[in-house]
């Protein structure tokens, strides 16, 4: 059963940046990975993927500022986060958009003055 470990969190200013790394137990070469997140009383909501031919997909409120990449002899996804805003704040998670494995514990992300 693969694993997920999600590290890289912080607290940072506004216009800041941080860079996520989910770490796999396994190969996930053949999965369309992608990072979600979860803000205090909000669902967890899907920001950017993998889809099909190795293209990207992202949620309108990241695009032009987040940008999702793998490497896939390291097992890992990464999630380059740039002009952080206020209400990127929150618990980032990586999996499938079909949650094929575990949840991982996350990693926090806030975002503050």
């Known amino acids: 059963q693969v694993q997920l470990v999600e590290s890289g969190g912080g607290l940072v200013q506004p216009g800041g940046s941080l860079r996520l790394s989910c770490a796999a137990s396994?190969?996930?070469?053949?999965?369309?990975m992608g990072w979600y997140r979860q803000a205090p009383g909000k669902q967890r909501e899907l920001v950017a993927r993998?889809?099909?031919?190795?293209?990207?997909n992202y949620a309108d409120s990241v695009t032009g500022r987040f940008t999702i990449s793998r490497d896939s002899a390291k097992n890992t996804v990464y999630l380059q986060m740039n002009s952080l805003k206020p209400e990127d704040t929150a618990v980032y998670y990586c999996?499938?958009?079909?949650?094929?494995?575990?949840w991982g514990q996350g990693t926090q992300v806030t975002v503050s003055s």
């Open positions: 396994g190969s996930i070469f053949n999965s369309f």
């Open positions: 999996n499938t958009p079909y949650a094929t494995y575990p």
């Open positions: 993998f889809t099909r031919g190795g293209s990207t």
